[in-house]
């Protein structure tokens, strides 16, 4: 997020903050339907602007978003995105990009912080015996990190496309189905069966070790994803 | 209430055609259009064909300070966009002149091939 969007999206926050119940209710809906559907995040703030200085408006006149939009949120929305260029190749790269460092970074934080080797260190360093300063990454480990960050996209894209219809979202006029509800329990059963068969296939494969690296290194590598991710983030995003 | 497939193609062209009388934000242009008989429009019809206008550089948007609320979009047409109006301009009176012929026409044939509905056809924009 470059300067200029950093402050736009400060501003709509603040805007944000004086909508009433329903329509901040209809506008995150909205906003959060908007986020994934690959338009640039200069882009999304200034339509978020739009948005926020519409609704603000119609608060004024006792209308509500729902009524500006013609009763249709998720119909107006694929209007607007529809209306708009989509990201550019190039910013789409580094928006890949910036999801795997952050997830590198977090999840090497905690690979750190969970793995024995530290607990030995740390019963080292209190005993006065000499310390080991190596940490093994596993097959099992990649196997999680694919799979975490996999799963974390997955429940991200899914909670925004569906913004519309997800308990706390409002259907337009329609009641949802019992079948929809069933559909969703099976998804929900599914995601967490193959998240258990994961960590199952992954403790299995804990005893393949891929690499053995410096625990040192290896906080410096979590350091410095850390810091592309800043990097991205203060970026200044060439405009399509 | 007139059916949206028949809004579609016209609303661009009015709305240019209501920019081009004096700069005005999105809600004026929504009023305007009710009171010269589009009913059902709302706000929301009109943003993304605004958003779209803005994109193919038709119309240019400047943000001015509102007495109450929040600032407003202010849209003006661009050279572009009154090249634009004149062509819808004209294809309009044209296609207006062929339906009225065919709706007011006794006759059950239709006109012969290459008329100016080929035309109009031929030259229909869909940006």
Same mark, same amino acid.
């Given at each position: 997020?470059?300067?200029?969007?950093? *402050?736009? +999206?400060?501003?709509? +926050?603040?805007?944000?903050?004086?909508?009433?119940?329903?329509?901040?209710?209809?506008?995150?809906?909205?906003?959060?339907?908007?986020?994934?559907?690959?338009?640039?995040?200069?882009?999304?703030?200034?339509?978020?602007?739009?948005? $926020?200085?519409?609704?603000?408006?119609?608060?004024?006149?006792?209308?509500?978003?729902?009524?500006?939009?013609?009763?249709? =949120?998720?119909?107006?929305?694929?209007?607007?995105?529809?209306?708009?260029?989509? /990201?550019?190749?190039?910013? #789409?790269?580094? *928006?890949?990009?910036?999801?795997?460092?952050?997830?590198?970074?977090?999840?090497?934080?905690?690979?750190?912080?969970?793995?024995?080797?530290?607990?030995?260190?740390?019963?080292?360093?209190?005993?006065?015996? #000499?310390?080991?300063?190596?940490?093994?990454?596993?097959?099992?480990? =990649?196997?999680?990190? /694919?799979?975490?960050?996999?799963?974390?996209?997955?429940?991200?894209?899914?909670?925004?496309?569906?913004?519309?219809?997800?308990?706390?979202? #409002?259907?337009?006029?329609?009641?949802?189905?019992?079948?929809?509800?069933?559909?969703?329990?099976?998804?929900?059963?599914?995601?967490?069966?193959?998240?258990?068969?994961?960590? =199952?296939?992954?403790?299995?494969?804990?005893?393949?070790?891929?690499?053995?690296?410096?625990?040192?290194?290896? =906080?410096?590598?979590?350091?410095?994803?850390?810091?592309?991710?800043?990097?991205?983030?203060?970026?200044?995003?060439?405009?399509? | 209430?007139?059916?949206?497939?028949? $809004?579609?193609?016209?609303?661009?062209?009015?709305?240019?055609?209501?920019?081009?009388?004096?700069?005005?934000?999105?809600?004026?242009?929504?009023?305007?259009?009710?009171?010269?008989?589009?009913?059902?429009?709302?706000?929301?019809?009109?943003?993304?064909?605004?958003?779209?206008?803005?994109? +193919?550089?038709?119309?240019?948007?400047?943000?001015?300070?509102?007495?109450?609320?929040?600032?407003?979009?202010?849209?003006?047409?661009?050279?572009?966009?009154?090249?634009?109006?004149?062509?819808?301009?004209?294809?309009?009176?044209?296609?207006?002149?062929?339906?009225?012929?065919?709706? +007011?026409?006794?006759?059950?044939?239709?006109?012969?091939?290459?008329?100016?509905?080929?035309?109009?056809?031929?030259?229909?924009?869909?940006?």
């Amino acid at each position: 997020m470059n300067k200029r969007v950093k *402050e736009l +999206n400060r501003l709509n +926050n603040e805007m944000d903050g004086k909508l009433n119940e329903e329509n901040r209710t209809a506008m995150t809906d909205m906003v959060c339907y908007i986020r994934v559907a690959g338009i640039s995040e200069n882009r999304q703030e200034e339509v978020r602007n739009d948005l $926020l200085s519409m609704t603000l408006d119609a608060q004024e006149r006792g209308e509500s978003l729902r009524e500006i939009a013609g009763g249709d =949120l998720q119909g107006f929305c694929d209007e607007i995105i529809a209306s708009l260029p989509p /990201a550019g190749a190039g910013e #789409r790269v580094l *928006e890949a990009l910036d999801t795997l460092v952050l997830c590198t970074a977090v999840l090497g934080a905690v690979k750190l912080a969970l793995s024995p080797e530290t607990y030995y260190l740390i019963r080292a360093l209190v005993t006065g015996s #000499r310390p080991e300063l190596s940490i093994v990454i596993t097959l099992g480990d =990649l196997l999680q990190y /694919a799979a975490v960050t996999a799963a974390a996209c997955g429940i991200v894209l899914y909670i925004a496309k569906n913004a519309f219809s997800l308990p706390g979202g #409002r259907m337009d006029g329609k009641e949802k189905s019992r079948k929809k509800i069933w559909r969703r329990f099976g998804i929900g059963c599914g995601a967490a069966l193959l998240m258990a068969l994961v960590l =199952l296939v992954s403790a299995r494969l804990d005893h393949y070790t891929i690499v053995s690296v410096n625990m040192l290194g290896f =906080l410096c590598i979590v350091a410095l994803m850390f810091a592309v991710h800043k990097i991205l983030n203060m970026r200044g995003v060439k405009e399509n | 209430m007139i059916p949206s497939q028949m $809004l579609k193609g016209t609303l661009e062209g009015c709305i240019l055609k209501v920019i081009g009388r004096s700069e005005t934000y999105g809600y004026e242009i929504t009023q305007q259009l009710r009171q010269y008989g589009f009913s059902e429009i709302a706000e929301g019809t009109i943003y993304p064909l605004l958003l779209r206008l803005e994109k +193919n550089g038709l119309i240019s948007a400047q943000y001015r300070q509102s007495a109450l609320g929040p600032k407003r979009k202010y849209f003006s047409l661009t050279d572009k966009g009154i090249e634009e109006l004149q062509c819808f301009s004209r294809s309009w009176m044209e296609l207006e002149n062929a339906v009225n012929q065919v709706m +007011n026409s006794d006759r059950p044939s239709p006109p012969a091939s290459g008329s100016r509905t080929e035309e109009i056809r031929g030259g229909n924009r869909d940006e």
